[in-house]
């Protein structure tokens, strides 16, 4: 498989054709220095639509305890764990993801309100207070974006997910280890297939083994070096349109692991559902043209639901399209 690597000497990524070299040319934002990190997190934004923030305030016994509540519910049974589904909107899901026939070597718990029940009352009390801390991550980030892009007022972006009515989805993944691919093409030893998120912002975080990849600017696959203290943020769709193509909504897939569960939290903030979607005036050049026609979050959010995880879902509503979607 074609994997990325960087040298010392360049620090720009080289193709090489090495198993598992993990890309170590992910953009990396120290949020303890945020003179540097508006700056170097709008340029990330731009290159690669994704970046790993540090000293985030996030504390590790919220992120540790979730993980070992969400193994705990992993580990029940299958006939316990199938009480809580189907995943629609909120629930358990295995194998299927979305409602198009998309398949993976999967199963995960989407949450679609600030409803976290399941059976354990301690996962529903985490899961809210990491919620919480993690929205609040978003708009720290988003933050600096507005800064580092030197629009007004700073929060022209984070208001969204600060709104009550922000529609946030939670998803916690687990991808058992997967011994015998069921084929041997590693193109289909997919845990979760290729796709860009949907919302303004994703913010991701793992255990410590590997899986996620992102697709880099050239088109070839990199692997994400895990992090289990650190979270990972994708530039997503409505970021991309808000940015009029500045930002690049990155598409990413997660590849399975032979030996090594893997588990996944990922917050995807949202505006409200009746929010309209274009391009921010501050940010347009005189004479500079929205690439996107106008749309709200609901009409995004229902085409998404209508297509197959990998469909290029943006290019619905790029001007010049008489997709039957839009
Ligand atoms: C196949 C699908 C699953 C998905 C809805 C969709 O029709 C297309 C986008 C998918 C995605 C990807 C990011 C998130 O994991 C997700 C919750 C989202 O908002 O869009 C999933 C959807 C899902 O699993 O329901
Ligand atoms: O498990 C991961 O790290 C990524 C999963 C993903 O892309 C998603 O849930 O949308
Ligand atoms: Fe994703």
């Not at 090495?18 to 700056?39: H, M, Q, R, W």
């Not at 796709?195 to 696959?221: E, F, K, M």
């Not at 979050?297 to 399209?321: A, I």
Request: with cysteine; charged share 20%.
């Amino acid at each position: 498989m074609v994997m990325v690597s960087s040298t010392q000497s360049q620090n720009k990524p080289l193709l090489t054709c090495s198993k598992c070299e993990y890309f170590t040319g992910i953009p990396v934002i120290d949020l303890a220095c945020p003179d540097d990190a508006k700056n170097l997190i709008v340029k990330a934004c731009q290159e690669y639509g994704f970046f790993k923030v540090i000293n985030h305030g996030v504390p590790l016994w919220l992120v540790s305890g979730l993980e070992d509540e969400t193994m705990g519910f992993f580990n029940m049974s299958q006939s316990e764990k199938r009480k809580y589904s189907p995943p629609n909107p909120s629930g358990y899901g295995s194998k299927t993801i979305g409602p198009n026939g998309d398949v993976g070597w999967i199963e995960y718990l989407l949450f679609a309100s600030n409803d976290f029940s399941t059976n354990s009352k301690t996962f529903s009390l985490l899961a809210k207070k990491y919620v919480e801390a993690v929205r609040k991550l978003g708009c720290e980030i988003l933050e600096l974006v507005a800064e580092g892009l030197k629009i007004q007022p700073k929060s022209v972006l984070s208001r969204m997910l600060r709104d009550e009515k922000a529609d946030t989805v939670f998803r916690l993944n687990h991808y058992p280890p997967c011994p015998d691919p069921p084929n041997p093409n590693p193109d289909n030893r997919v845990g979760f297939g290729e796709h860009t998120d949907p919302h303004l912002i994703s913010i991701a975080r793992s255990n410590t083994t590997p899986g996620l990849q992102i697709c880099l600017p050239n088109g070839t696959w990199a692997s994400v070096p895990p992090d289990h203290t650190s979270f990972f943020i994708n530039v997503d769709d409505l970021l991309q349109v808000m940015t009029n193509g500045r930002f690049k909504s990155v598409k990413h897939r997660v590849v399975t692991n032979k030996m090594k569960s893997r588990v996944s939290m990922i917050y995807f903030g949202g505006p409200p559902l009746t929010e309209k979607i274009s391009p921010l005036g501050s940010l347009m050049e005189p004479g500079e043209e929205s690439l996107y026609h106008e749309f709200t979050w609901f009409e995004y959010k229902s085409c998404t639901y209508k297509t197959r995880l990998g469909d290029d879902r943006l290019s619905f509503f790029h001007k010049g399209s008489h997709h039957p979607l839009v």
